[in-house]
């Protein structure tokens, strides 16, 4: 008979997007890591794939000699935990290093998503008497394995290209830090050292700061780097700031525009934001400032 184990978790944010400014980042609820107790010890989790398939390592140390069996689950929010693997039969005291094949057709989502990947794994232990206990540990798994990953799963990344405005967009950079995150994207045609036009999303991991904070950092900062810029507050209603600047050519920048919308999303404060060379007319800007409304629903 199989046996499943469920316990009921606080809510964990998951981090995704951002760069360069906010130093820190505080989670809205944080889970604690409980790696070893009297019956077991977790060394690590880690993921490995081979073509076609997805296995998972639990490299541990045992300590009680009564365990018949073990089952490891991915933690989610709202108590909806994924079974990953589990094993019934005793476990030999000392260092082990488990194997359990993952099923690719529903564990591949995350291998898509660009980025670092950070996953809550529970394990649960159960006694010759019935007794059961538990750990958890956060893993991550870095976005130079996950290609590798994809490679060897047949897999195309979620995101490497959007089609916003009629037109192709390709990913040319793509940055995952514990404090924010950063995708951006540009034409086709068009390169990361040459480009005209490009599309950014941008999230900052913090929990206390506001967007209309994170808004008077982004104006004050870049009105200090160029004087003579044109800043807009286009509207600020129901969370969400829109504004847009322009400059005519500022040290040895160019002439460039942008427009922009700021809001609280999932995981931070999200800055999504299309940059042009040279300025923006009127009519473009209405257009790129609701068609930016529609950019986080494309990669989602």
Known sequence: MGF????????????????FLIPS?????VRKKKIENDWFKIDKIFYKTEPKKIEIFLKGTVKNPFIIGLEGSELHENSSDVLLFQQEKA?????????FKVE????????RKIG?????????LKN???????LQTEVSIHESDKRQFRKDLSLDAE???IRLDGREWKLVSDVDRMDQALLQYVPKSESLLFWNEMLSIHVYKVRASSPSEIYSL???GRKKECPNILWNLESEKSGKISYSWEHSGCGKQSASSQVAKLYRGEFGIYNIRYDRRNKIDPADKRRWSELLDLLPSKLD
């Open 4 to 19: 499943l184990f469920r316990k009921s978790y606080s809510k964990l944010l998951i981090f995704v997007f951002c760069i």
């Open 25 to 29: 980042c505080f989670p809205d609820m």
């Open 91 to 99: 476990l030999p005291v000392g260092s082990v290093l488990l194997k």
């Open 104 to 111: 690719v057709p529903e564990n591949k989502n995350w291998i």
């Open 116 to 124: 670092t990947t950070r996953k809550w794994i529970g394990i649960a």
């Open 128 to 134: 010759d008497n019935g007794q059961i206990t538990h």
């Open 159 to 161: 995101g490497e290209s």
């Open 218 to 220: 982004l104006e004050s």
